[in-house]
């Protein structure tokens, strides 16, 4: 596959040792769950107290300082037995705190890392993914073909980071084909096709589709399955949803679509148009930073793909598997690729490991720059925010979030006063757990002089 373009992994490691943050007064956060398109940002702007830079550390960080500001915030958390973690120097991988750390537990949308760590392995970061049209002549019928592009969407936003496909674009340059060969009327198709198996998760509840959480699993889908860009809620057929926004633009482009709705149909022979979406760094940093669980699953269909497996929740599991060995990751055990599903389950060290393995590997790099930022971006956003008793370190902490009924995790970067770096995970599968519950653990690890 092509390697155009590589996140340096000496950027990440500069980033997360320094301390470089840039304080904007006023700086008000997107709500980047429902924007289109996401941005991702790989060094984020924050609005935080206590970001000054400091000095890289003169010596390791002490395993008995971190037990003695952890264990205080652990014991207060409330989460008694239900709790795990796992903490290790960023440089080195040391550890340097440990809490039943092999012990298998439900990761909720953490999940999202290994996903992310399988995509970019086996297709690379430069890897797009590419929706196209193609012409049945005997049909006089244009056939659009999903990619397992999420981010597709209706028409441009020219000010968007990344630029993401739209069907408006799709739609003149198929009317601009079909003109080359005096075609000015057409019937439409949809070809959904490409991944296979059930469309929704073992063990997912219904209420996942109904409440907005995730639409159910197709390769053609355009703003993640939305009824509008800004709109939580799903469609209940995304693909023929995605089909009646084509015929839209196909109108707009000057085409005449011949009355009856759009039908499933297979793609034949080679397209007539086609669109891109962003390199798959930017998708997966839009995956982590919206926690964007249909995204995840295209993703992890794609790896399986690649890899000659089914595009399918077995398949895609089968291809994180794999990977992860192919790391010596092991304590995964994964039933879908979005952490919704209950049956997933990691042990906090293969969560802490992931972390370690995407900031050395510089392909991997955008499951770290895709981290959301405490009080600032993501999923992380509406966390360490003014008023609250962890806001202090609002800015320093980088976290994928993970959240279920009874789940929540974090796991992530931070670095302490005296300029040592810290990967973490800590695991919760508590009745009623939060996922503030959380922030002060991380908080205690950026408060901290570790040495």
Known sequence: MPRVRRVRSEAFLTLALLNIFVLIAGFAALDVIEARPLPAVPHPIVNAEGA????????PADPERIADVID??????????????????????????????????????????????????TVGPDHVLTT??????????VVLRGAGDATLTTTADPAAYPQVATLEELAERTAAALAGQGVDTVSVGYDDSLFTGPDTGPSWKPTYITEGSTASVHALMHDSGRISPDSVFRHPDPPKATADAFVKQLKEAGLT????????????????????SPPMTALVEHMMLASDNNMA????????????????????????HRVM?????????LADNSGL??????????????????????????????????????????????????HDVAGLIRGKTGTLNNVSALAGTVHDQEGNM???????????????????????????GCS
């Open 132 to 141: 196209t049209v193609h012409f049945d002549p005997k049909q006089n019928m």
């Open 325 to 333: 060995g192919s790391y010596g990751i092991e304590g995964v055990e």
């Open 257 to 276: 679509v011949e009355d009856g709705e759009p039908a499933e149909a297979p793609a034949q022979g080679d397209p007539i148009a086609s669109a891109d």
């Open 72 to 121: 205080d915030p652990m014991a207060e958390s409330g989460l008694a037995e239900g709790l795990s973690a796992y903490v290790v120097d960023g440089a080195t991988g040391e550890p340097l705190y440990e809490r039943s750390p092999d012990t298998p537990a439900v990761p909720a949308s953490t999940t999202k890392i290994a996903t992310a760590i399988t995509v970019l392995d």
């Open 422 to 448: 810290f990967l973490f995970a800590f695991v919760a599968n508590s009745p009623g757990v939060q996922g503030y519950q959380l922030d002060p653990l991380a908080a205690a690890l950026a408060r901290c």
């Open 52 to 59: 000054a830079a400091v000095e890289p550390a003169s010596s």
């Open 341 to 390: 599903s209950p049956e997933n389950r990691i042990t906090p060290r293969a969560l802490v490991e992931m972390l370690k393995v995407a900031s050395d590997h510089p392909e991997l790099n955008a499951a770290i720059t895709g981290l959301p930022t405490s009080n600032s971006t993501g999923t992380l956003d509406s966390r360490y925010t003014e008023g609250t008793p962890v």
């Open 297 to 320: 699953e295209a993703l992890s269909r794609i790896a399986a793909l690649e890899t000659g497996g089914e595009a399918s929740f077995p398949g895609g599991a089968a291809a994180t």
